[in-house]
């Protein structure tokens, strides 16, 4: 086994700084002192959400399939030890304890202004002890078909896994998060403690500790109980996916107000500073054509075909890239249409210099105010390490970035064949 | 690293509090109109004010207002309407990171500052009407808001339990009025309201950075000396009675999963020691309501209990299975006759006392924050430093909780039931 390894990460432009340790026990950790704040915010998490249902590693003979859902299932199960809930154990250092599963990672959280100390044991050590029985996972599948319902009833969420499925034909991307009643019902104790072997490894685990606390603090509670785990090489493999879209449209009924919709473009995917790149340029490029300083936004603004709810989003990840157009109109079509001619208008004339130079400064001002918060840079610094960049490269890409770069991503990324428009209204629109 | 603040009045409807912490990279200042929520004129006022944070009489539209915005390095421009018990709350903010990191050295607290105070007294209007394009705009904004309010299941059942919780109390009413108001809304109407905002609302401003900025108050002090202003009074604090038997409403709706509401009225005013009662019942993860709703039965993935300070009120929401409804309902209470009869651990307390503390204690972590508890502070008529909050948690005792439990009253029972869909 290796020893720990220490680098300090700065940024030349704002002055902040943080630690990258490379574990001994194989594990990734960042901690980020910042002076003055009374919060600590400390994330522990695995490279493991709803997409990875197909992997092997070293001891495995051949791929596994897995229930969709199952991750996030997983992260409810580990809230339960042996003996206790988890929640109660945090309940005796007042922290804020919480987990989330997304897409790509699975995370579990505690943010507290006392006793940090106290909670990173616990954080660390139920994290490292599953429990689980037929029983409790049976108790499970009535807390989780509720919160499934629940999203069922979110049409925020089901316009965005509507565009989804229009777009990718098997990329695990297009299935919902918590996956559905039916498919966590196959979910058993025994699947559970194989995905949890498979990607509770620290090899593919991150801790990021951020605001009040002490990076030696930090790895003497690191050092006592992160326990060393073999690297047996996971590997996740994704369904081959087409590079055309499923459907052009979608339409769901529900009651609503306005009519709600995603026009989502697909773009090629990429990994790490490459996937960063290209996520910037996108984002400089489709605010420059499309934020609220743009003309496309103000004309159909003052015709009515949209409201200020209007807005973009860059939405990627392992082997999946879009961009998103997302708003509420009484005709959306028209919107898919307006948006499409000023991305082919801009392909020829190239992006408006002026607006590209404010974006740029805009995205560069966020990054400084997202050092304002404790919550936001424990949340930047996991991210970032999952996806193999520094949270600062965000702030160097921004800085290298030209025009040329941004119409270049218009010009290769988004094309109208590849776009598709999800709707979700009420059942009476008769317009 | 220091924290201060100093709250000074610009006159006797204005206060201005300054909140100093070396440790922010931005500053932000909010500025908070405050009227009781009267129906005919909740839309208007909600119109007024978002009309006067999108554009203004240098920057007349959306477009060149936000890119100036961009320009000053992403600063934000925004407005908020909420209800906070009988009052109409109204506040825009802004913010931008400090001078110090702008790359080209521009003085960007001074140019924000210029924007917002041209945002409220140089407003995009002739001839006291607003500008046609933008108030089309917005107004077509507002409905739209109003109509989404059913796009958020959980906020919905909470505004629509309100009605008959506070039945015939400014609080039954949504802070946005109705869309028959909104639709009856002109560009002449809307600008009375402002100058009405503009003269009778009680106003607290508020200023959060890294350093003194006299400048900024001393120019609120010279926009507001050509006012004279004739600002009416508000109450924060208003007690809701509570019915004599409490009261079920049920709504159809095509939905997957039915939603349940609760409201409670609390008759004691020990402040801490229901708030400490509220979180042993059921606002924690590790209170009753969790613990024996969700984790022991699995009836809900969320039910959880809210005190409402400035009404009184207790509210637990729920979301469950329509076959559930009975069974949840009677377990919630169930729980709540378990606190009133004191079946709590000295544990639970202890507990119950972390948590409070440790929210406590983050306060000062985001310019927010800061604002919401100062403004806290005017709204008890009582402002308490982080270190005497605490201790008033540390002070409260068991017998407190127990009593505080039993002055809760069940009041209104709302229910948003799943309708037989045609469509599935």
Avoid at chain 1, 122 to 131: A, H, R, T, W
Avoid at chain 1, 355 to 374: I, L
Avoid at chain 2, 6 to 26: M, V
Avoid at chain 2, 288 to 298: C, G, T
């Amino acid at each position: 086994m290796s020893e720990t390894t220490k680098k300090i990460i700065s940024c030349p432009q704002t002055g902040d700084k943080y630690t990258y340790v490379k574990h001994k026990s194989g594990l990734d950790i960042l901690i980020c002192e910042m002076e003055g704040f009374s919060t600590t915010e400390a994330l522990f998490g695995t490279k493991y959400g709803s997409i990875n249902t197909q992997f092997k590693t070293d001891k495995d003979d051949d791929y596994c399939c897995v229930p969709e859902g199952i991750a996030h299932f997983l992260e409810h199960k580990l809230f339960e030890n042996e003996d206790c809930d988890v929640f109660d154990l945090y309940a005796k250092t007042g922290a804020n304890a919480n987990a989330f599963t997304s897409f790509d990672k699975t995370c579990y959280l505690f943010s507290c202004s006392d006793h940090y100390q106290e909670s990173l044991k616990i954080l660390l050590s139920f994290v490292q002890s599953p429990y689980f029985t037929p029983e409790s996972v049976a108790k499970e599948q009535g807390i989780i078909g509720q919160e499934i319902k629940m999203c069922d009833d979110d049409p925020g969420w089901r316009v965005l896994f509507n565009m989804l499925s229009g777009l990718y034909h098997n990329h695990p991307v297009k299935i919902d998060i918590a996956g559905t009643v039916e498919s966590i019902a196959e979910i058993t104790d025994k699947l559970l403690y194989r995905c949890y072997n498979t990607f509770y490894n620290l090899h593919n685990m991150v801790l990021a500790v951020a605001g009040n606390c002490k990076e030696d603090e930090v790895l003497a509670i690191a050092d006592e109980l992160l326990k060393p785990c073999e690297d047996f090489h996971l590997e996740t493999v994704f369904p081959d996916e087409p590079d055309t879209i499923v459907r052009e449209q979608t339409v769901e009924f529900a009651p609503v107000g306005v009519p709600l919709f995603n026009l989502g473009f697909k773009c090629t995917p990429r990994k790490g500073y490459e996937n960063l790149k290209a996520e910037m340029e996108a984002y400089v490029a489709v605010n420059v054509l499309a934020n609220s300083a743009s003309p496309l936004y103000q004309e159909m603004l003052e015709e009515g075909l949209i409201n200020t709810v209007f807005t973009t989003d860059i939405f990627n990840g392992d082997g999946f890239f879009t961009v998103i157009f997302d708003g509420e109109s009484e005709n959306p079509e028209e919107v898919k249409k307006r948006v499409i001619g000023e991305i082919e208008k801009a392909k020829i004339t190239g992006l408006d210099e002026e607006r590209f130079e404010a974006v740029r400064r805009s995205a560069y001002g966020n990054m400084v105010q997202s050092f304002n918060n404790v919550n936001s840079v424990a949340n930047h610094l996991i991210n970032s390490q999952m996806n193999g960049v520094s949270i600062f490269d965000t702030i160097d890409v921004l800085s290298k970035m030209t025009l040329e770069d941004a119409n270049n991503f218009l010009r290769t990324e988004l094309h109208p064949e590849k776009a598709t428009l999800s709707i979700v209204k009420n059942n009476s629109e008769v317009k | 690293m220091t924290a201060s603040y100093t709250r000074t009045k610009i006159s006797d409807s204005i206060g201005y509090t300054s909140i100093l912490d070396s440790k922010f990279k931005t500053n932000t200042i909010k500025v908070r109109f405050l009227q009781s929520l009267c129906p005919d004129k909740a839309s208007a006022y909600a119109l007024a004010g978002s009309l006067l944070a999108t554009s203004n009489k240098n920057l007349p539209t959306l477009a060149v207002m936000s890119k100036k915005m961009s320009m000053l390095y992403g600063a934000n421009i925004s407005l908020s309407v909420s209800k906070q018990g009988d009052l109409q709350v109204i506040t825009m903010t802004i913010s931008a990171i400090d001078d110090k990191y702008a790359l080209n050295g521009e003085p960007v607290l001074n140019e924000i500052l210029q924007v917002l105070l041209d945002c409220i007294f140089n407003p995009n209007a002739e001839n006291n009407a607003f500008d046609r394009t933008m108030f089309n705009v917005k107004q077509k904004d507002l409905l739209d808001t109003i109509d989404a309010e059913i796009n958020n299941k959980r906020g919905y059942v909470i505004q629509q339990a309100s009605k008959t919780i506070f039945k015939d109390e400014p609080a039954s009413y949504s802070c946005y009025g109705t869309k028959e108001q909104v639709l009856n809304l002109t560009p002449e109407n809307v600008y009375s309201a402002y100058k009405e905002m503009l003269n009778k609302s009680m106003i607290e401003i508020y200023f959060v950075g890294a350093s003194p900025k006299p400048f900024v108050e001393e120019a609120f002090k010279k926009a507001f000396s050509s006012y004279e202003r004739e600002a009416v009074p508000v109450s924060f604090r208003t007690e809701s009675k509570v019915k004599e038997t409490p009261v079920t409403v049920t709504e159809k709706l095509p939905v997957n999963q039915c939603k349940m509401v609760l409201g409670f009225k609390v008759s004691d005013k020990n402040l801490y020691a229901v708030k400490m009662m509220n979180l042993i019942y059921g606002q924690t993860p590790f209170s009753k309501l969790f613990a024996n709703v969700r984790e022991k039965l699995s009836l809900c993935y969320y039910c959880a209990s809210n005190y409402i300070e400035s009404k009184y009120t207790m509210m637990v929401d729920s979301g469950v299975e329509k076959e559930n409804i009975e069974k949840a309902k009677t377990e919630i209470l169930h729980q709540l006759d378990e606190v009133k009869a004191g079946n709590f651990t000295d544990e639970e307390i202890e507990n119950a006392r972390m948590s409070a503390l440790n929210s406590v204690k983050g306060i000062g972590d985001t310019p927010s924050s800061y604002v919401s508890w100062h403004f806290t502070g005017i709204s008890r008529g009582k402002f308490n430093t982080i270190e005497e909050e605490a201790e008033a948690y540390k002070n409260v005792t068991r017998e407190e909780i127990i009593k505080a439990a039993n002055s809760v009253k069940l009041d209104t029972i709302y229910i948003m039931e799943q309708e037989d869909s045609e469509n599935e």
